[in-house]
């Protein structure tokens, strides 16, 4: 409701405007010096009427906001004061339509709306601009003054007689009680309308950043109008009469005080009206294209079918085609809307209409990032925005973005925003600003904004990241399977080639001569040292397949245990090496697959490493601790250490005079070792 009474003072204020154009010109010419220097026309009509629009659109942001009913009241009470002023003008001087009575009554109304009313609601903006706030208590007694001044000048006004007001010759001499209440009202306005710009100079000089910016415009036309003001009342007071010269400065002074609040609402966004003028820009656009297409086409056509033009049939014709033509170029007046209205500021929301559109598209976190930081840093007009992705290994990915020829100061501060949906936090934006600049509310939107579309952007990459990293690791166990299946293969031919070679030299030839001596004395009979001989070689050669099986899984290792078995075995190596077991260790028997692969790396590293001590321990933990003292493993050998304790979840660890290995007790075999 209030927004709609804001918009119908505006449409008065509209046609009041037009009705004293019309009345001007029909009784004289609108460029006459005493329309332009006395009646104020056209500056005052184009003040009133951009007071009462611009009062009206700050009212449609917000519905309560003194600043926005101030100027809307302003504007039509001085553009109803205007049409009565000449059309009391017309009547009474130029033999109007119209009674005197009805011409007296129009001047004594306009009177009571016009300057001296214009002049302190002036004063009561000048007082609470921008916030509708005075400074302080102090300045409340100048709003007071202000409106008693005018109350004032109102009773002189209905204290003198309407025929006195309409007459310019029937000035009465002396002074009456009306003038002097007059008087006295308008020197009180105008001190205060004084006091009200000084209050304004003091906002602005406590004002910093993005607040001075917006004041600083209307308070360069504020003290104008102040000056102008005292201008005319000093011309008054000396000549008795109003003149052009000293009128039209306090007309343009007005012009340039409405002029210099739109400039605050449209480049510095005092208010916040940007959403409401660029939708205002489009609606004119599109509503220009519609009528001049619609108009183009009816002419041409009409032409072409010599009048049969104006059937229904025909114009519904030519505005469904004139609908399809202006959809393409919906987006193109969208954009033009936005640059009017936010100039520069236009990039933000079109950096995050390309960011809403690029995550769409699932990019790379390369293309992603930088988009992002684009975003926020054109949002919050910040000298610097880095954008940065929170991973789920615990790493992190950044990227920056800046405008050009940006300079860095020491006092320049970093503002941070959280990007984060329901599952967390996944990242952060932080921007640059300079020193004593903070975001503005919109902006503060705009990155709210940007961080919720890249919080949805951000999850979707760190699941393309954590499902590229399980590929990898697949694709690096998959090789390691691949090459542990080939030391396997190749440690599985060499041994069976070792075996194969050892047999045939150390046991098989022995057997062999055996054979043939047993068949030289199998006619004879041998004799009692021919048989002490081939015992001795048959001896030889069991030794000889004994050592050759060194490594391979006893019998007595699956019957009595690990620790039994090492004992046979470290008996049958001469004492080169020493064996110390924990009685922990043979406390309880081992699973099968653990006790297999201890068994192998301590026989291993004894006949081919040349181990001088073994020791075998239980860890907390349940964990077999074997260590092996200054073991020389070769490569090969090392490696298939490696396999058999990794298969096991087990850990083998390089020592300064050793190798360590760990074996779990409830080991799970693995299909690829773990590194």
């Not at 009784?27 to 005493?34: F, I, Q, V």
């Not at 006395?38 to 009427?49: E, I, K, R, S, T």
């Not at 996944?426 to 600003?433: E, Q």
């Not at 001569?513 to 047993?518: G, I, P, Q």
């Amino acid at each position: 409701m209030t927004r709609t009474i804001a918009w119908v003072l505006a449409l008065v204020s509209t046609l009041a405007v037009i009705g004293d154009t019309l009345i001007v010109s029909a009784y004289g010419s609108l460029w006459s010096s005493e329309t332009l220097g006395l009646h104020g026309w056209p500056f005052v009509d184009l003040a009133g009427f951009g007071c009462s629009v611009l009062g009206a659109v700050i009212v449609m942001t917000y519905r309560r906001h003194l600043i926005g009913w101030l100027l809307t009241v302003v504007g039509v009470t001085t553009s109803v004061s205007l049409v009565l002023e000449s059309y009391s003008h017309w009547v009474i001087d130029e033999a109007g339509p119209g009674s005197r009575s009805a011409g007296e009554v129009s001047a004594t109304v306009s009177l009571a709306l016009g300057g001296p009313f214009a002049l302190t609601v002036l004063g009561l903006v000048f007082l609470t601009v921008p916030d509708g706030q005075v400074l302080s208590r102090r300045w409340r007694p100048v709003a007071w003054a202000s409106c008693l001044g005018y109350a004032l000048s109102l009773v002189g006004l209905l204290l003198t007689p309407p025929r006195q007001i309409v007459s310019r010759a029937d000035a009465t001499t002396g002074v009456s009680a009306a003038q002097v209440l007059s008087s006295v009202g308008i020197l009180l306005i105008a001190a205060a309308l004084l006091v009200a710009v000084a209050s304004m100079v003091v906002r602005l000089r406590r004002s910093q950043g993005e607040a001075r910016q917006q004041l600083r415009w209307v308070v360069t036309a504020a003290i104008f109008v102040g000056l102008a003001l005292v201008t005319i009342l000093s011309a008054q007071s000396v000549t008795g009469r109003q003149s052009p010269v000293t009128s039209i400065p306090l007309y343009l002074s007005y012009v340039a005080l409405i002029g210099s609040v739109a400039i605050s609402v449209l480049r510095f966004r005092l208010y916040d009206l940007d959403i409401i003028i660029s939708r205002g820009v489009a609606l004119a656009c599109a509503t220009a294209f519609v009528t001049g297409a619609y108009v183009a086409a009816v002419v041409s056509v009409g032409d072409r079918l010599d009048g049969e033009a104006e059937s229904f049939g025909l114009s519904l014709v030519i505005t469904t085609i004139v609908a399809l033509a202006f959809q393409p170029l919906r987006h193109w007046i969208m954009r033009l809307a936005d640059r009017l209205a936010y100039g520069r500021r236009a990039q933000p929301y079109d950096a995050l209409a390309e960011l809403i559109r690029r995550a769409g598209e699932s990019p790379a976190p390369h293309e992603l990032l930088p988009a992002v930081a684009e975003a926020a840093g054109l949002a919050g007009s910040a000298l610097e925005a880095t954008v940065r992705l929170d991973l789920p290994d615990g790493a992190s990915r950044t990227a920056s973005w800046s405008p050009r020829q940006t300079r860095h100061g020491q006092t320049d501060h970093w503002l941070e925003t959280s990007i984060a949906d329901r599952a967390g936090e996944v990242g952060a934006i932080r921007v640059r600003l300079p020193a004593g600049r903070n975001l503005r509310r919109q902006e503060e939107r705009l990155l709210s904004d940007i961080a919720d579309q890249a919080a949805v952007a951000f999850r979707n990459v760190r699941l393309e990241v954590t499902l590229g990293e399980h590929v990898q690791q697949l694709y690096r166990q998959t090789e390691e399977l691949k090459a542990s299946r080939g030391r396997l293969i190749r440690a599985s031919d060499s041994e069976r080639r070792r075996l194969e070679v050892a047999i045939a030299d150390e046991v098989l030839s022995r057997l062999h001569a055996l054979r043939s001596a047993l068949a030289a004395t199998r006619d004879a009979g041998p004799d009692p040292e021919q048989v002490g001989g081939f015992v001795t070689d048959a001896t030889t050669a069991l030794e000889s397949l004994r050592d050759l099986t060194k490594g391979l899984h006893p019998t007595l290792l699956t019957r009595s245990g690990l620790a039994p078995a090492l004992a046979s075995y470290v008996s049958r190596d001469g004492g080169a090496s020493t064996l110390t077991i924990d009685p922990a260790v043979s406390a309880a028997r081992w699973p099968d697959r653990v006790e297999a692969a201890a068994y192998f790396c301590c026989t291993r590293a004894i006949a081919d490493g040349g181990a001088a001590s073994v020791t075998l321990t239980v860890e907390p933990g349940d964990l077999l601790r074997i260590e092996l003292v200054r073991a020389d493993l070769g490569a090969e050998v090392h490696q298939s250490m490696v396999d058999r304790v990794e298969a096991l979840r087990g850990t083998l660890e390089d020592a300064p005079d050793g190798v360590v290995i760990r074996l779990p007790r409830e080991a799970e075999v693995s299909a690829v070792p773990v590194r």
